[in-house]
């Protein structure tokens, strides 16, 4: 009786080492928009403050006779806003044995090196949290104080903010419109851009909403609909990723952010509406990393801009513990000059 002994993939498949592809497959998505298209500014003190100032907008100098005494002296209002520094931490462990096992496999290429495999997911992560923060965080349990938390946003009409009451300084109110459910369109886009630039004489930079009302806002301008692929913004120039076209409304792009909370179309100024950060002593003091967001297909950069600190906690047996800290908070120093729709229909 013949003897087949050919050497075949069910024979022999398994005496093989699978080859994965060099790099990881990401099926999450961490992208962080607005915190991308912020300013990054260093605060100088252990809290975000600054003067507020408030006054009649309407012509106060009087007219008088010629000779006459002055008995007329005015003042506008300065009143001092104050925000306290927020933390936030990320934090991974990894066991010597799977470092070396991770070093000495060399595959795939992407996880080598397994300390800075997961430090670059563990500031994906952070970016993720931070990225949703800006719009809604509360400003309690340590939380940064989002733009447009319900209570005392950075961007609403009414609240205290920053330890400034609204209800007795009412120029420091951000602009709000209420589309009633109703979709975002053309109508109620310039009723926000123009009350933010009757009540601050400043304009709108940029627009940032959900991916359901961006498309609804782009299905409505029809023929008027124009897209631009370079963005000039107060952080700089910005080229957005090849197949992408940011709406042009108005000479004012339009971007879409899964962080941005449902309903909600919000208008900024780079120069107004900030990130701020505490900085750490000396570059040689800490090891530092910049906190990241997952690629998608506006904006090339991964990068935010965002530094955090990298501390090496103490060891527990062959395990290596690392945490990323950032001390931050979010400021709109002057809150009429942006503001937002809500209550968009999202469907």
């Given at each position: 009786?013949?003897?087949?002994?050919?050497?075949?993939?069910?024979?022999?498949?398994?005496?093989?080492?699978?080859?994965?592809?060099?790099?990881v497959?990401?099926?999450?998505?961490?992208s962080?928009?607005?915190?991308?298209?912020?300013?990054?500014v260093p605060?100088?003190?252990?809290?975000?403050?600054?003067?507020?100032?408030?006054?009649?907008?309407?012509?106060?100098t009087?007219?008088?006779?010629?000779?006459?005494?002055v008995?007329?002296?005015?003042?506008?209002?300065?009143?001092?806003?104050?925000?306290?520094?927020?933390?936030?931490?990320?934090?991974?462990?990894?066991?010597?044995?799977?470092?070396?096992?991770?070093?000495?496999?060399?595959?795939?290429?992407?996880?080598?090196?397994?300390?800075?495999?997961?430090?670059?997911?563990?500031?994906?992560?952070?970016?993720?949290?931070?990225?949703?923060?800006?719009?809604?965080?509360?400003?309690?349990?340590?939380?940064?104080?989002?733009?447009?938390?319900?209570?005392?946003?950075?961007?609403?009409?009414?609240?205290?903010?920053?330890?400034?009451?609204?209800?007795t300084?009412?120029?420091?109110?951000?602009?709000?419109?209420?589309?009633?459910?109703?979709?975002?369109?053309?109508?109620?886009?310039?009723?926000?851009?123009?009350?933010?630039?009757?009540?601050?004489?400043?304009?709108?930079?940029?627009?940032?909403?959900?991916?359901?009302?961006?498309?609804?806002?782009?299905?409505?301008?029809?023929a008027?609909?124009?897209?631009?692929?370079?963005?000039?913004?107060?952080?700089?120039?910005?080229?957005?990723?090849?197949?992408?076209?940011?709406?042009?409304?108005?000479?004012?792009?339009?971007?879409?952010?899964?962080?941005?909370?449902?309903?909600?179309?919000?208008?900024?100024?780079?120069?107004?509406?900030?990130?701020?950060?505490?900085?750490?002593?000396?570059?040689?003091?800490?090891?530092?990393?910049e906190?990241?967001a997952?690629?998608?297909?506006?904006?090339?950069?991964?990068?935010?801009g965002?530094?955090?600190?990298?501390?090496?906690?103490?060891?527990?047996?062959?395990?290596?513990?690392?945490?990323?800290?950032?001390?931050?908070?979010?400021?709109?120093r002057?809150?009429?000059?942006?503001?937002?729709?809500?209550?968009?229909?999202?469907?």
């Open positions: 009786m013949a003897t087949d002994q050919t050497v075949t993939y069910a024979t022999r498949g398994a005496a093989y080492a699978t080859l994965f592809d060099a790099r497959a990401s099926n999450i998505n961490r962080a928009v607005l915190f991308q298209l912020l300013k990054k605060c100088r003190g252990k809290n975000v403050t600054w003067d507020a100032k408030t006054g009649t907008a309407a012509p106060t009087a007219p008088q006779a010629e000779g006459a005494d008995e007329d002296f005015l003042a506008d209002t300065k009143q001092p806003a104050s925000l306290a520094m927020a933390h936030y931490h990320d934090a991974f462990a990894v066991t010597g044995f799977m470092q070396a096992v991770a070093r000495n496999t060399g595959n795939p290429e992407e996880l080598t090196d397994a300390i800075l495999s997961e430090l670059r997911d563990s500031t994906d992560r952070l970016g993720a949290a931070m990225g949703t923060h800006i719009y809604t965080g509360t400003g309690s349990n340590n939380q940064v104080l989002g733009f447009f938390d319900a209570t005392a946003g950075g961007m609403l009409n009414s609240g205290t903010y920053a330890g400034i009451d609204r209800s300084y009412t120029q420091f109110k951000g602009i709000n419109v209420d589309a009633k459910s109703q979709r975002v369109n053309s109508t109620l886009v310039r009723e926000l851009s123009r009350g933010i630039y009757t009540a601050s004489g400043k304009n709108v930079e940029f627009y940032v909403t959900t991916p359901i009302i961006f498309d609804f806002l782009a299905e409505s301008l029809k008027q609909r124009r897209f631009v692929q370079d963005v000039s913004l107060g952080r700089g120039m910005i080229k957005l990723d090849g197949g992408f076209t940011a709406i042009d409304f108005d000479g004012v792009p339009v971007f879409r952010d899964v962080r941005c909370p449902a309903g909600y179309f919000g208008a900024f100024n780079s120069e107004e509406h900030l990130i701020r950060y505490m900085p750490q002593p000396t570059v040689e003091d800490f090891k530092r990393a906190i990241t997952t690629p998608e297909s506006q904006l090339k950069a991964t990068g935010t965002a530094m955090g600190k990298i501390v090496e906690l103490s060891k527990s047996g062959d395990k290596t513990k690392i945490a990323i800290f950032v001390d931050w908070q979010v400021q709109s002057t809150p009429n000059a942006g503001g937002f729709i809500l209550n968009g229909l999202e469907s």
